[in-house]
């Protein structure tokens, strides 16, 4: 992890790779996808920003990040598949 003046500037992303702020889903963002709910996850699990700032910035509740969070820690990247949500609850 890289860090410069206490903030931190990439974490590692779920997919093993040095994750930044550029390389995060885009604040507007209307299809959540496995892969982006898990770097959004991974960027708060690793100090690239706060929790409050991710609700934010994608518009989520607390019980939506809380949730994400809750079956990324679980089961991974795969526990977010929205596809596959009884399986992991």
Do not use: C
Request: aromatic letters at 6%; proline letters at 6%.
């Amino acid at each position: 992890m890289q860090k410069h003046n206490a903030r931190t500037l990439s974490v590692e992303g779920p997919n093993g790779r040095p994750l930044t702020m550029e390389d995060l889903p885009p604040p507007n963002i209307s299809r959540w996808v496995t892969r982006r709910k898990a770097e959004v996850v991974a960027a708060v699990e690793g100090g690239l920003l706060t929790e409050e700032a991710a609700r934010k910035r994608y518009n989520l509740s607390d019980e939506e990040f809380t949730g994400w969070r809750r079956l990324y820690t679980r089961h991974g990247a795969k526990g977010l598949r929205a596809t596959r949500v009884q399986q992991y609850r």
